[in-house]
């Protein structure tokens, strides 16, 4: 099958973004202009699993540093549909990640429910699958997709790719002593709510970073409008090197908070999650 057009996920303007972004989230500006970003309703991102084929460096779903198998019951979807439809919520986009999404084991379950759920309640939902495009596996499940979605991919290859370095922590750096980690940052608004296996968070990287911190913060259901999720931003944007302005990397950087936490984490193993 013809490969997608590649996504770029660093861009000049994005930096600049990030640059932009780090001066407003100091303490003193947001005492003087708010926070910038609230959780969205418009779009949606789903992680439907942490298994990926793939072992990249500085994976913002730890998939490298902390590997699992862990999936999201079908229940979990079907849920977030029926909660959408009674809250009258109309995604604008729903996307579809991991780890690699096309390895979750009831792939084309999950898509028919999504399929039926376009069809019969939100014709104008755009949904997204993206995957990295790599190995047999996943190759096989993106033949046999149904049509009306659609793919997106950076075309990962390899294990060196040009991340920001999600684990170098910003409190392990002095530079963000004046942060104010409640703000979040541009994604909330880019990719929308995060529903992942462990519950909804203001961003589904935040989902990845409590499998591995374990605090357990994940909304069980669907969250209000009125919800600002400023204890999950307060927690998890500290340890998250999206967070305001980093140059972007090709090798593995780890910080000390994340060393420590991949460390606690192999020693407890991950959390079974049950909705
Ligand atoms: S393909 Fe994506 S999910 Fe898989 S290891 Fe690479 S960055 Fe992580
Ligand atoms: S956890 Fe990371 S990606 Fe999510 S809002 Fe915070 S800084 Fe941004």
Same mark, same amino acid.
């Given at each position: 099958m013809k490969p997608p057009r590649r996504h770029r996920n660093i861009t000049v303007r994005r930096l600049v973004m990030d640059a932009y972004q780090f001066i407003r989230a100091q303490s003193f500006l947001v005492d003087m202009a708010g926070r910038q970003f609230r959780p969205g309703f418009e779009l949606a991102e789903i992680d439907?699993?942490?298994?990926?084929n793939l072992r990249c460096f500085n994976c913002n779903r730890s998939c490298r540093q902390a590997p699992s198998d862990m999936e999201m019951p079908v229940s979990m979807i079907a849920a977030f549909i029926r909660d959408s439809m009674e809250r009258k919520i109309q995604w604008k986009r729903i996307r579809l990640l991991g780890?690699?999404?096309?390895?979750?084991?009831n792939i084309f379950e999950i898509l028919d429910l999504l399929l039926r759920y376009r069809a019969d309640h939100n014709p104008q939902v755009r949904l997204v699958l993206c995957t990295n495009y790599f190995g047999r596996a996943v190759h096989r499940v993106l033949e046999k997709l149904p049509p009306g979605i659609i793919i997106k991919s950076t075309l990962k290859h390899s294990l060196e790719n040009f991340f920001k370095? *999600?684990?170098?922590?910003?409190?392990? @750096?002095? *530079?963000? @002593? *004046?942060?104010?980690?409640?703000?979040?940052?541009r994604i909330i608004a880019e990719c929308g709510l995060g529903v992942t296996p462990l519950g909804y968070y203001m961003c589904a990287i935040a989902g990845g970073i409590d499998r591995i911190f374990?605090?357990?913060?994940? @909304?069980?259901?669907?969250?209000?409008?009125?919800?600002?999720m400023t204890d999950q931003m307060s927690a998890f944007c500290r340890l998250c090197?999206? *967070?305001g302005f980093q140059w972007p990397v090709k090798t593995e950087k780890i910080s000390p908070t994340w060393q420590q936490a991949y460390r606690n984490y192999r020693k407890t193993g991950s959390r079974t999650i049950s909705f």
């Open positions: 439907l699993t942490y298994k990926c780890g690699e999404p096309t390895l979750h084991s370095p *999600f684990n170098v922590a910003p409190v392990d @750096r002095p *530079f963000n @002593r *004046f942060s104010d980690y409640s703000c979040g940052c374990q605090y357990g913060l994940g @909304r069980k259901s669907l969250p209000e409008k009125s919800d600002p090197g999206h *967070f």
